[in-house]
């Protein structure tokens, strides 16, 4: 059985950075791409990055290039890092297994994160 | 990258059939399939279809994916209350190595 398990959820300043993991189990962790998606209150799903779990460092959507960061470890987790928060960083963040080719098959339940002064 | 369009919303009666359409994606279908999802208030999202129009495992066959041309389509049959969520699609853009989704449709069932 396939399982994606994020942690909890965050509340933050304006500025701050927010780290988010992604603990996986029930199948061979490199063989899957893992990505990131956001709902923002109100929005629609936003795709964030992703990662090959067999390099140790994901790539970013264009425009979050400069504030994302996504890796992975040898304990069948993945992390996201993303850093200036904003305001409009306010969602709710899923980390997602591909099922074929770049389709998101398997969900985590989704991190809350609150961006706020 | 591309963009993806999708109707903010429709509507249809309980037992009834109602097509959510997607445009932009690619008439090639080796190189943008297309997925899609469906989505409830404060739920995770579920895939649906991949590849265009293959069903994961457990996916009730009510729900069945389409493309021609450009366009991509999600029909639902015979509708039910608990249908009511809002669907995306999604394809990868391998131009700019992003998954792209769709704005949602939100599915109403009167």
């Known amino acids: 059985q396939v399982l994606l398990v994020q942690s909890g959820p965050e509340v933050k300043r304006p500025g701050a950075s927010v780290k988010i993991s992604c603990t996986t189990s029930?199948?061979?962790?490199?063989?899957?791409?893992i990505h990131w998606v956001r709902q923002a209150p109100g929005q629609g799903l936003e795709w964030l990055g992703m990662?090959?779990?067999?390099?140790?460092?994901g790539d970013s959507a264009q425009r979050f290039e400069e504030r994302l960061i996504i890796t992975g470890d040898t304990s069948n987790t993945v992390y996201m890092e993303l850093t200036s928060l904003r305001s409009d960083d306010t969602a709710t963040y899923y980390c997602?297994?591909?099922?074929?080719?770049?389709?998101?098959?398997?969900w985590g339940q989704g991190t809350l994160v609150t961006v706020s002064s | 990258q591309f963009a993806l369009t999708q109707p903010p919303s429709v509507s249809e009666a309980p037992g009834q059939t109602v097509t959510i359409s997607c445009s932009g994606a690619?008439?090639?279908?080796?190189?943008?399939?297309v997925s899609w999802y469906q989505h409830f208030p404060g739920g995770t999202p579920k895939l649906l279809i991949h590849?265009?129009?293959e069903w994961p495992s457990g996916v009730s066959r009510r729900f069945s994916g389409s493309k021609s041309g450009t366009s991509a389509s999600l029909a639902i049959r015979d509708l039910r209350p608990d249908d009511e969520a809002t669907y995306y699609c999604?394809?990868?853009?391998?131009?700019?190595?992003?998954?792209?989704f769709g704005g949602g449709t939100k599915l109403t069932v009167l």
């Open positions: 997602a297994r591909d099922l074929s080719y770049m389709t998101a098959g398997f």
């Open positions: 029930g199948y061979r962790f490199v063989d899957y791409m």
């Open positions: 990662i090959n779990p067999g390099v140790p460092r």
């Open positions: 690619t008439s090639n279908p080796g190189e943008k399939f």
């Open positions: 590849r265009d129009n």
């Open positions: 999604a394809a990868w853009d391998a131009s700019v190595r992003a998954l792209v």
